[in-house]
């Protein structure tokens, strides 16, 4: 993990401004689902990319039982 050095402070509502120099670096815009993650004693916020359980492609995908699935990894399924 990098630390950018930037110290930042959480509002009365409890949110947290990601800097701009980092949005724009990670291509992150106005309005992108944003997937927070507690691990142990730390918080880390990384891109919501909801794609195929196998290969996290999110294009191409269609849901199966409550998952996703790409369609290349859905034949390769069938050819197994
Ligand atoms: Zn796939």
């Not at 110290?7 to 947290?16: A, E, Q, W």
């Amino acid at each position: 993990m990098k630390t950018s050095g930037i110290v930042r402070k959480i509002d009365n509502v409890g949110r947290l401004v990601i800097p701009k120099e980092i949005r724009s670096v990670m291509k992150i815009n106005y309005g992108d689902p944003m997937e927070i993650i507690q691990v142990n004693n730390e918080i880390a916020v990384r891109k919501y990319n909801r794609g195929c359980i196998f290969c996290g492609n999110n294009k191409d995908v269609m849901e199966f039982r409550n998952s996703l699935i790409c369609r290349e990894c859905e034949k390769a399924l069938k050819e197994e």
